[in-house]
């Protein structure tokens, strides 16, 4: 049996932030995942407990077909934390490149 914090999930968040994406490398056996380290800028809490906070480094991921920017980048998104309180990534919806 699991102890109780291994199975706990955070609840549901969202946050409209501005990054740098730090690393950038396809996900292992897929074709359109991209695996992410980020350095979160500015967070806007949309909804939820807020897990994105200005200064933290953390892992991220999202969805392309191909990889064409060149990093670091600087970056908006709307960030969904998933996973535990103790690990998880931020996954990185309606990403814009920012001007």
Known sequence: ?????????????????RATIL?????????????????????????GPQRAEPG???PAFTWRPDWDLPLPVQVEADAEYIGGPRQGSFQLLNLHVCP
């Open 56 to 58: 933290l480094r953390a």
């Open 1 to 17: 049996m699991m102890g109780m914090h291994s199975a706990m999930m955070v609840a549901p968040n969202q946050a409209r932030i």
């Open 23 to 47: 690393r950038a490398e396809r996900a292992p056996g897929t074709a359109d995942k991209w695996l992410l380290e980020v350095e979160i800028c500015q967070a806007m809490p949309v909804r």
